[in-house]
């Protein structure tokens, strides 16, 4: 439906002039990605919205520290990019093949997915356990963790995010996400995404997120310390997996209890490590 | 506000609301075609093509899509001539109630535009976010295939 | 023309193009929304934000100061005359109760307003500067709430009828039985008992509900409507504004599907009062949210079975007792209920002794009505699951068990004439039962000698397989009423005018292939008109599975005098006699050969001699509603440690009689079974503790999509019923009855739990493994 409450619409051509924008119209402005979130969820106090298309921040290419996808690249566009095919071993285009349906992920960018921050996200949790950083602006460039940007939303000056940035040391990990969904066109009732390297049957590197407990998604730092420099084995997972599912703020919600939110967060946290250990990673829900 | 759109090959200046999707700016330039069946992205009847891609077009803010190339259901056809989607779901029985048959010739169009062979589980892929509820699919997932196996020459099997 | 696939005839058995196909490929303004004027009215509804309450004031003041806005509608200014809002047959079997706007609220939803607004914004305004005063009354959430001791009454009007009982909250109560089931079980070597409960589920349409009302150029109400039931329409709309019947007339364009929730009169009444109150067209749609809170639903009931049977697997007894929700307005609630035990224990007519009773109970919740299956889908699912319990206690196969009791072309059964639609029935004798091949094709094709039993594994799942059988109707017999009227055109064409209402389910191709293959023309020679009050003749509508066998019968008589009428024409053309004459390849033939065409036949008839119009006009009222069968099997894999449970493959033989359009049944039975699978496995409307929908949205009431598919197999088997025409039974909702139990057995194949209660959520599935 229209949204009957906003007036104008801009178009600035570079960060400097959207950041102003931004800046002066402060609650009544919202930011457009792909715009799916701005017609779905804009309360009525938005009156202007600040189309960022046209700032050029689409492509998605290698530099010399990793990956960076530009923030109004497409979730499409993000699929179909030859940077990320190799990427985790296809991890994120895994990912983010699975979310919605092409008819969103034609319009949807990856900066208004990390923008709209639904707890529900699937690429959120698979960007934390890349180990992503998003630059960003706010009247000047930072890098940010993904994390900060995620807990300073709260806030009213969020800034503008131009790209998410994934590490090169993220380039040769195995990462899986487990997305648990009422019908395959659904958001999850919950999800877990790991990342990690085994070598010589010890954990060199393991990275666990989980979301939509009903929160958003969030690392479980506790988890991953247990396992890291520890063997592989279905019993450090299966202890992993248990502190994990103990460590989430599980809640009742519409879609499902937080009793079954521990029992899948436990379930497919073991799940997603075995494949990752068996090399098999690719739908663990 | 007017905006530019290039509505099934040719160009129109459109007015447009401020907050205005492109479904209801397309519904009242006359391309009934484009259905309204939940207008939240969850349907999939209001896909049209948009630069090439399918899109909810209750999804689009109209003020963003100015200068946008649009083929709309009302597009597909070459005057007479139908597209071999079109004919594809009439003989194959994948039409019912046809409220949600734009969108998925829409979204089909789009999967054959750039995949010309797909398994059947790309081609559910492709449809997976247009909703049915009279035809349970079936039909109309052999209805683009036998459209995408015309348009490949028809001989390979 | 397409290829012949019943070899019998010339068009009737071809999967033709439908003949309004290539309006809908082409995306051609054909539905309500696609032809407005831009003096369109908005017309937009305040729904009660309570359960239950009395509306002490409205004041409109603000809301009609608003500039663009025309007027706003309560229980102030509109008639208060109480009507059902069911589209049934007059007198229709539900209650009274409804008004167009109360001084009462029912449900969360229920109109308390409507304005009428030049455009959906100053509407939305409108509505918001409604102020309203409630009372707040106690609000029945369940329907043990509704039924116990000094529960608040719904529906306390001193002007409603037809309530059973309203002080007690009952709309309806039936009770029937046959022999003794008490000392039927006595005398069974074993008993089973079980209890279901089935969900608050919706249809979801892809087109919501939308009605445009216009004043013609001589002042006469047009209603074009997505409705299942133009003339019950009119009738009811009439009644309920007081206005003659004949000055308004009653369309049905394509519509974006039914499933039961549009054989309702749900808006048009509104629509009506806002054209003849400003002169203006005006549309009245709902919105998916609406849709889903004051549309129509699925009754949830808690249905019980106990079967008694000899240790030879005959049944001896049966027994089902159904309570329903019917929600805080009666529509449908009678029959819904009857039809609980009419569709189901027939087909078990084996035991001597049945017993059939329940009641439909207000509750001040969202209005269930007609939903595909119709009371038949909550009375399947105990039914077939105690009989595979029955089954187990007696080792015997579910499949032979089956055998041993169904009914056979032949029999009938008591339960026929003892139980209809909501009143007594139809004694009737089955002339047509093709289920024992039913049931061997599909268990043949979904390998249940290999896999029953088996609980194969794969990682954590375990595999299963699982079936039922079941019956419905064709139509409502000796109630029920089609027309078709069909006239001649000078260049050997006809028109087809059929009341009969095509929903997206081909009843325009598949009467007119009927037509067709009387008067042995193509079907592009049979222009179809359907729908329309003033220009076609009356049909009920299309519910109860009717279309094919009802209004295709009277589309037949009417071709037989049509064609009476043609060979009386050509008979002195051929020197011939009019009974030695036949009809084909759109011509008149005579035995020597000789041959006229229809075109000439009709211009002699219309320019030259002893002119009149070719044309006829014949009813058909049925005697019998000849069960369509259908046999389901499934293959299921369930997820031990997540409880997600994934149906694999399933397989539907069905018996429909001869397939008039073979295509097009078979995806009746495909898009059914696809429903079904939703209603069992994930479609659940939540509601609060205060009455309120919490998910009115797709997004969380999850239907299936392409990615939900299991691998589905249908085959119709060859069948022929002698009093259908052309052979033909019904298919229209028989198949989504099956996937519940279906799957429900198929999970106790797998993992040895009997789930009870709707949707087989994984979180449902779970808590019953660890508690097994």
Redesign the interface.
Known sequence: MALHHVESVVHPATLEEAWAEKERRGKTARLVGGGIDVVLYSPSTVSTLIDLKALGLSRIRETATGIAIGATATMTEAIESPALKAYAGGFLVRVLREVASPLQRNLATIGGTIGSAHPWSDVIPALLVLDAKLAVYDGEERTIPLQAYLEGRRGEASPIICTIDLPSDSASSRGTLASFTRTGFDVALLNVACCGRVAGGTWEDVRIAIGGTPGLAARQGAAEDALIGNPATSGTIAAAANAAAGAIDARDDLRASAEYRRTLARVLVERCLTEIVSGTEGGAG | ?TITLTINGKARGVDA?????LL?VLRREG???????????????C?VL?NG????S????A??ADGAEIV???G??DGDR?HPL?EA?????A????????GM?I?AA??LSRNPNPTDEE???????????????????SAIQQAAKRMRGGDDD | MTERVDRRFEVVGRNERKVDGVGLVTGRPKFVEDVRSPDTLVVKILGSPHAHARIVSIDVSEAESLPGVHFVLTHENTPPTRHTTAGQGYPEPSPYDARAFDTKVRFVGDRVAAVAAETDAIADEALKRIRVTYEELPAILSIDAARADGASVVHDEPDATGIYDAARNIVADVDIDVGDVERGFQESDVVVETVCETQYAQHTPIEPHVVLAWLDSDDRIVLRTSTQVPFHVRRIVAYTLGIPMHRIRVIKPRIGGGFGTKQEVLLEDVAALVALRTGRPALVRLSRAEEFIAGRTRHPMRVRVKLGAKQDGRLHAIEMEAVSNTGAYGAHGLTVLANTGSKTLPLYNKAENAHFFGQAVYTNLPVPGAYRGYGATQGYFPLETAMDELAERLSIDPIELRRINHIRAGETSPIFEKLGEGREGVSQTVKSCELARCIDVGADRIGWAQKRGTRRTDGPRVHGVGMSIMMQGSGIPEIDMAAATIKMNEDGSFNLLIGATDLGTGSDTILGQMAAEVLGVPLAKMIVTSSDTDVTPFDVGAYASSTTYVSGTAVVRAAEKVRDQILDVAAPLLESSPEALSLADEGVVAPDGRRVGLDRVCQRAMYESDQFQIAATASFVPTESPPPFLANFAEVAVDTETGRVEVLHYVAAADCGVAIHPKLAEGQLEGSIINGIGYAMTEEMILSSRGRVRNPSLFDYKIPGALDLPKLEIVLVDSYEPTGPMGAKSIGEIGINGPIPTIANAIYDAVGIRLRETPFTPERVLAAIEAR
């Open positions: 506000m609301a401020a907050g205005e999707t209801e391309f009934v075609g484009v259905k309204s069946g939940c207008e939240s992205g969850d349907c999939g009847a896909a948009m891609r399918a899109v909810n209750c999804l689009v803010l003020a963003t709309t259901v009302e597909l056809a139908l079109q779901f009439l003989d194959e029985g039409v019912q109630c046809g409220y949600c048959t734009p010739l979204s789009d999967l081609v559910r892929e492709a449809i997976s976010g247009n909703l049915c509820r009279c035809t349970g699919y079936t039909k109309q997932v």
